[in-house]
């Protein structure tokens, strides 16, 4: 059995409210009793993208686990390229930040669905053809992560910027059954879809928590004032995922 942490869209904007969300769920993660196998980081780290940005997520971003991070729209490749993963110069800064991560038998491939400048998503044709590579030389189970959602999930202000041309991603995904669910971000809410027919995942934002048009009015619908969130995937030995929300508790005042 493994445990995956799931933890999306910190939106580091070096406001110290942001950094406290931060610091909260890397604390409490870091602190749990029982074994985290890695961490999965699903995009928007930094709020402008600025390297000063990328520095305080750097520094607060430390868990005692393998983790892996790939950029979202609020990102900049060539800021996250050099703070994040400490790639200088010889890099194509603006060349899609695509990572795997292989542990107990698992295989996390991170795809990067960012647009520079753009907020809606897109996976590039190397972005997919490196994704059949991971898939096709995987032995065991996979699990696919990026930022967008690739359909819709009730939330209008982000279903309209989500992954555009999913059955591209649909068509590598089907070919390779042994990919067991898709993770994403970009929604600030927990949610769970099904793609390609396999499961998907939205995680709980750090920064912000995004409402149904059922539950406000406001736009943008984000609440600031609900706690920050994270999710623990437990995958069993049978290869069957399944998925807890947790949000941290209130802060006594």
Known sequence: MLTIAHVSDVHIDGSARSAERAERVVRHLSGLPGPIDAVLVTGDIADHGTAEEYEIAHGLLRFPYPTIICPGNHDSRPEFRKVLLGEA???DGSAAINQV???GGL?????DSSIPG???GHLDEE???WLTEILASATGPVLVGMHHQPVPVGVPYVDDIRLREPERLEAVLRAHPRVVALLVGHVHTPASTVFAGL???VAPGVASTALLPQETTAHPPLDFDLPPGFALHVL??????TSH???MPALDM
């Open 199 to 201: 499961p998907v995942y």
């Open 89 to 91: 110069g010889g890099t």
């Open 127 to 129: 972005t997919l053809r």
């Open 245 to 247: 929300a947790r949000v």
């Open 118 to 120: 753009r907020d809606d």
């Open 101 to 103: 991560l292989r542990v």
């Open 236 to 241: 069993s030995d049978d290869g069957r995922l």
């Open 107 to 111: 295989t996390v491939a991170l795809c």
